[in-house]
């Protein structure tokens, strides 16, 4: 059973804009900080984002100024706005979310987040 639950995604030219979602239980929305991470083809996954419970959020240096993430509590889902979408940007998006974070981000490895979404592929085109 997937506990984390992500929609968007999809194809787009350079410069578009895509809105990926994060839907979780409402107790793991309540509680768990979430984060946005990305794997491209032969790459190694990356950091984009990390938002605490109190919507604080912190970014990869690439994702600053272009990407938005925030937090719908009616919906129980995390948000990640993605602007001035680049082809470099084309890979899966996964979120994820664990209880163990800290100012700016996870206090534990990647690899051992408690939760992860089923991904979703993001192709941007030039």
């Known amino acids: 059973q997937v506990h984390l639950v992500q929609s968007g995604g999809g194809s787009v030219q350079t410069g578009g804009s895509l809105r990926l979602g994060c839907t979780a239980p409402e107790q793991t929305y309540r509680l768990y900080c979430f984060g946005w991470f990305r794997q491209a083809p032969g790459m190694d996954r990356q950091r984009i984002a990390h938002i605490k419970r109190e919507g604080d959020a912190t970014f990869a240096e690439f994702a600053k100024g272009r990407f938005i993430t925030s937090r719908d509590k009616a919906k129980n889902t995390v948000y990640l706005q993605m602007n001035s979408l680049k082809p470099e940007d084309t890979a899966i998006y996964y979120c994820?979310?664990?209880?163990?974070?800290?100012?700016?981000?996870?206090?534990?490895?990647?690899?051992?987040?408690?939760?992860w979404g089923q991904g979703t592929q993001v192709t941007v085109s030039s």
């Open positions: 994820a979310a664990d209880l163990r974070c800290g100012e700016g981000g996870w206090l534990i490895q990647d690899s051992r987040l408690e939760y």
